[in-house]
C-alpha cells in the first residue's frame, strides 16, 4: 500500500506522524512510503533519515495527498485542504470532529474518505493508546509551562510553584483525572506543589489516589467543590475530556471572580472546545491572553515543544493500526480490530459515529451495516 506522511501545518507544529525506523518497519513490509520533505526535521529527523529507512521523499505536498491511499499526520488536514482528498482515502489525525463547524463535517462527508480519528481509537476498558501518549506527554509539560508562567516576567504571581524552605508552595488545582490529568498531578508533586485533583467520577479519584503519591487532595468536581478549588489556585490545568463529545464547560467566566489576581489557568482541553467558558486556543508564539485578571493559556498542541519525544511516543502507538490498514486493507483491519473501529468517525463518506450523527443531523450508519 502507498502511505503518506504529509508535513504539518498548524503553526508552531514540530511533530511528524512517523519516524524514520516506524517507516523502517512499513518499508519492510514491502509497503511504499512517501514523505513530504522536510516532514521530520523540526523532530530531528532529516529527509535523509527517512530515505536511508526506504521512504521516498516528496517535493510537494499535493504529491503525497494524490499518491498515498493512507495517509497518517498528527492534526488531521485543514477543511480548507478536504478538496484533495481522494475518494475512499483513509486519512489518520486528530481530527477533533465534535468541535468542527457544521459546514466543515458536511464538506469532509462529501470527499467519501475514511476518517480515522486516533484520540477516538479506544479498547473496550476504555483504554486510548494514541490519546494516553499525548496526554502523558502533556501533562509533564503542562507543569513546566505553568510553572514558567507563575513567575513575574510571564505576568503571573511571581511564585514557585514547590516553593522553599520556609516558604510554602502554589496550590495546583486539577480539573480532570484521566491520563492527562494524573500526569501533570503526578509531575507537580515531584517538584514540591500541593495538589487538588477534581473529577466526576469517583472511581477515576480512587484509581488516581491510587496511583500517585501520598498527599495529593481529591475532591469530586460538584460546581461548589469546583468553585471552593478556584478561590485558593495559584495554578488550574483543564483536564477534562468526554470520548466523542465537546469537553463540558465546567468554569464560567462569573467564576473567574472566586479566584485571586493573576492566577494561572492551563486549559488544555481547548482542543474540544475547552472547559473555561473564557477559554480560546492559543500558540506556542503567543500563548497567554488575560481575561478579568486571570491569565489564561490554551495551546491545542502543547506536546509540539517536545517534538522529539512526542513523536517517538506517537509512533509508538499508531504503528500498529497502520501496519493492520496496510497489510490487511481497511475492512479487514476494521473487522479485527475493534479499537480501531472506534475510531472511525466517518466511512466512505457515511457518519460512523452516532454522536457526531446527532450532533450534526446527518444519517448515522454504523460499520456493520457496511456501504
Given at each position: ?121 479506544e479498547d473496550d476498558a476504555g483504554r486510548a493508546p494514541v490519546r494516553t501518549s499525548m496526554s502523558e506527554v502533556a501533562g509533564s509539560l503542562a507543569v513546566i509551562m505553568g510553572s514558567t508562567l507563575l513567575l513575574n516576567e510571564s505576568g503571573g504571581k511571581g511564585i514557585l510553584l514547590g516553593g522553599v524552605a520556609g516558604v510554602p508552595p502554589a496550590h495546583f488545582v486539577v480539573l480532570g483525572a484521566g491520563v492527562l ?11 514540591g506543589a500541593q495538589v487538588t485533583l477534581l473529577d466526576q467520577s469517583v472511581e477515576h479519584l480512587r484509581d488516581a489516589a491510587r496511583e500517585l503519591p501520598p498527599g495529593v487532595t481529591t475532591m469530586l468536581a460538584t460546581t461548589p467543590n ?146
Amino acid at each position: 500500500m502507498d502511505i503518506g506522511i504529509p508535513r504539518e501545518t498548524r503553526p508552531r507544529e514540530h511533530r511528524v506522524a512517523l519516524t524514520p525506523s516506524g517507516v523502517r518497519a512499513l518499508v519492510q513490509r514491502h509497503h511504499r512510503v512517501w514523505v513530504e520533505s522536510q516532514a521530520g526535521l523540526d523532530a530531528g529527523h532529516p529527509d535523509a533519515d527517512y530515505e536511508s529507512a526506504g521512504a521516498r521523499i516528496a517535493y510537494s505536498r499535493h504529491e503525497v495527498f494524490t499518491r498515498a491511499r493512507l495517509l497518517t499526520t498528527v492534526f488531521a488536514p485543514a477543511p480548507s485542504e478536504y478538496e484533495q482528498l481522494e475518494r475512499d482515502q483513509a486519512v489518520f489525525g486528530f481530527w477533533a470532529l465534535p468541535a468542527a463547524r457544521p459546514e466543515d463535517f458536511r464538506a469532509l462527508m462529501a470527499r467519501e474518505v475514511t476518517a480515522v480519528a486516533i484520540e477516538a481509537i479506544e479498547d473496550d476498558a476504555g483504554r486510548a493508546p494514541v490519546r494516553t501518549s499525548m496526554s502523558e506527554v502533556a501533562g509533564s509539560l503542562a507543569v513546566i509551562m505553568g510553572s514558567t508562567l507563575l513567575l513575574n516576567e510571564s505576568g503571573g504571581k511571581g511564585i514557585l510553584l514547590g516553593g522553599v524552605a520556609g516558604v510554602p508552595p502554589a496550590h495546583f488545582v486539577v480539573l480532570g483525572a484521566g491520563v492527562l490529568g494524573r500526569a501533570a498531578a503526578r509531575a507537580a508533586m515531584g517538584l514540591g506543589a500541593q495538589v487538588t485533583l477534581l473529577d466526576q467520577s469517583v472511581e477515576h479519584l480512587r484509581d488516581a489516589a491510587r496511583e500517585l503519591p501520598p498527599g495529593v487532595t481529591t475532591m469530586l468536581a460538584t460546581t461548589p467543590n469546583i468553585e471552593k478549588a478556584l478561590s485558593f489556585a495559584d495554578l488550574v490545568l483543564g483536564a477534562v475530556a468526554v470520548s466523542g463529545l465537546r469537553a463540558p464547560v465546567l468554569v464560567t467566566r462569573a467564576m473567574l471572580r472566586l479566584m485571586k489576581p493573576r492566577t494561572v489557568v492551563l486549559d488544555l482541553s481547548i482542543d474540544m472546545g475547552g472547559c473555561f467558558e473564557t477559554s480560546r486556543p492559543t500558540s506556542l508564539l503567543s500563548p497567554t491572553y488575560e481575561i478579568d485578571g486571570i491569565l489564561h493559556c490554551c495551546i491545542p498542541n502543547l506536546p509540539s515543544v517536545a517534538a522529539r519525544s512526542a513523536t517517538q511516543a506517537f509512533t509508538n502507538a499508531t504503528l500498529p493500526y497502520l501496519q493492520a490498514v496496510a497489510d490487511d486493507g481497511m475492512e479487514e483491519a476494521l473487522r479485527a480490530h475493534p479499537d480501531l473501529a472506534r475510531g472511525v468517525q466517518i466511512h466512505r463518506g457515511r457518519c460512523a459515529s452516532e454522536l457526531l450523527a446527532r450532533t450534526f443531523g446527518v444519517e448515522w450508519r454504523p460499520l456493520a451495516e457496511g456501504d
